[in-house]
């Protein structure tokens, strides 16, 4: 059974670089019809997309978080990573990782997801 | 990008029929049937629950069902149960990119 774990420092300190890691288990995240997700959530709102990588190297980011943004893929870890740079409070969320599956006839957008993990951006 | 329109909060006694709206433009909700939606309760990850306007996973009941007119598309549950109590978002994406809608908080009266 697929499970996606993500993981990283709850507490960033602003300007800093926030970097997690999303651990994908029961799949190989280098599968061709496979695109890895990121999403965050801020306290008490809505969802945000971040951005979408493969393990080719293409990645696709929300324009808005594009030019602080990096998206990586190890696959010799089976691990997706994600590092947001010049961090500011409004940073802080609850960040999910995901699958978009293409593998198929139908595609299925962001059909699993990991548990989460809350990041705070404080001094 | 601007985020899809989706009412703040929606109800329904046990029993009934609740549909949730999710407005777009002509450029996203109303160009492709690339519109999901999701399910989430509170402290736990969003769950899939509706693709390409209408389709459901499996595993995902009946009870729930999308379709699409012009730019907005709308989530229906039939058959309110208490469990249905949570938040929904709506979410395009065609191409390179993600939107999704505000969110809508479903009580169950």
């Known amino acids: 059974q697929m499970q996606l774990q993500e993981s990283g420092p709850g507490l960033v300190k602003p300007s800093q670089t926030l970097s997690l890691t999303c651990t994908v288990s029961?799949?190989?995240?280098?599968?061709?019809?496979?695109?890895w997700s990121w999403i965050r959530q801020h306290p008490g709102k809505g969802l945000e997309w971040v951005g979408y990588?493969?393990?080719?190297?293409?990645?696709f980011f929300n324009p808005s978080l594009r030019s602080r943004c990096t998206m990586s893929i190890d696959t010799s870890k089976n691990q997706l990573s994600l590092n947001v740079d010049s961090v500011t409070a409004a940073d802080t969320a609850v960040y999910y990782c995901?699958?978009?599956?293409?593998?198929?006839?139908?595609?299925?957008?962001?059909?699993?997801w990991g548990q989460g993990t809350l990041v705070t951006v404080s001094s | 990008q601007s985020a899809l329109t989706q009412p703040p909060s929606a109800s329904g006694s046990p029993g009934q029929s609740v549909t949730i709206s999710c407005t777009g433009t002509?450029?996203?909700?109303?160009?492709?049937?690339?519109v999901a939606w999701y399910q989430q309760h509170p402290g736990k990850a969003p769950k899939f629950i509706i693709y390409?306007?209408?389709k459901r996973p499996s595993g995902v009941p009946d009870r729930f069902s999308g379709s699409k007119s012009g730019s907005t598309a709308s989530l229906t549950i039939s058959g309110l149960q208490a469990e249905d109590e949570a938040d929904y978002y709506c979410?395009?994406?065609?191409?390179?990119?993600?939107?999704f809608g505000g969110g809508t908080k479903l009580t169950v009266l």
């Open positions: 995901a699958r978009y599956d293409t593998s198929d006839y139908d595609h299925l957008p962001l059909d699993s």
């Open positions: 029961g799949v190989s995240i280098s599968s061709d019809g496979y695109w």
């Open positions: 990588a493969h393990h080719s190297g293409s990645s």
């Open positions: 002509n450029s996203d909700v109303g160009a492709q049937n690339y």
């Open positions: 390409e306007v209408r």
């Open positions: 979410c395009y994406y065609a191409g390179r990119s993600v939107l």
